[in-house]
């Protein structure tokens, strides 16, 4: 993508002048964004989709007042009728399912792959909404059918209502307010606080960010870390020939804290181990995600990646669905390429190495792949 270009889809703006003035910074509104935009899934698609196990899907209801949340999946007469006012049914993940949605997902890869999370659908009867409330995570809310009307703010209190199922704003004090119209979007930073509102029967996208948690991503590495160590033949055990009788027998001694801190520190030390640990994480599939194999064969025309594929690379690695392969010279070049567009026509094929070729049919076997004629 070329990151200079202005686009119609940030509102003129080009990708570079986005990310310095807004991304994670202040909230855009563009008008038609899309425009003539036409949703690439249907309502009873979307319904269906909710339907099937292995997709996370969720129902909100405001009835009498009261907030109430389900979770998925949802037999169609399980959900609402659809005069009833004041439903909203969630769908996470649409991206893996449907291609066309995980095209238009693609359009936002001006952002790095590693924080793209996934496509959300929502689906809102007349008055139907989550309440206000704040995500952690930036979002582009696209409105793909009907109108919503969307009150904004920066707030500053937080604080969230006791006693409900969802997380809705004690005190939310809206600055600006917008409807939005098909192919309108908007975009927010994350814990901006935000309340849509369908006005009449709407369907939203939400194109969804990740962020590891510091915590969580130490205890990932770590885990790694430790079953790379594990592979290094038989195992090295602390030794203690000088340890004296104890007194105090429950008192750790200091040498087994040294080899603590120094089995740690050989873990870490072990060149490229944490980049290795980083991608391997980065590109693992989501818990719901499976491949279906397909069929390997000689590479005589272009390769795609599967959509539920995740594939990134670093400087000396290329990663791919969790798995990591060094890579240097031209099949590097190459492989990455691949990651970045996603496919790679025959003629790029032809300067692959043999080795390229036979790793390249072996996730075309495992359904990472698939081969593709321009
Ligand atoms: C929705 O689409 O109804 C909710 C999206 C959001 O507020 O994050
Ligand atoms: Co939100």
Redesign the pocket.
Known sequence: MDIQQPLSLLGGLTPAQFMRRHWQKKPLLVRQAIPQFTPPVLRSELFALAAQEGVESRLVQLAKGAWKLRHGPFQRRALPALQQPDW?L?VQGVDLHNDAVHALMQQFRFVPEARLDDLMI?Y?SPGG??GP?F?SYD?F?LQAHGRRRWRIGRQKDLTLRDGIPLKVLAQFEPEEEFVLEPGDMLYLPPRYA?D?IAEGECM?Y?IGFRAPARAELAQELLVRLAEDAADEGSPLLYRDAQQEAVPQPAAIPAGLQDFARDALARALAQPLVLERALGEYLTEPKPSVWFQPGDAGVMLEGVRLDRRSRMMYDTHHVFINGESYRAAGRDATLMRRLADERRLSARELARASDDALELLSSWCDAGWAHVWAE
């Open positions: 909203t969630l929502s809102a909404g989550v409330h995500d979002v809310l935000h849509g939203t939400s």
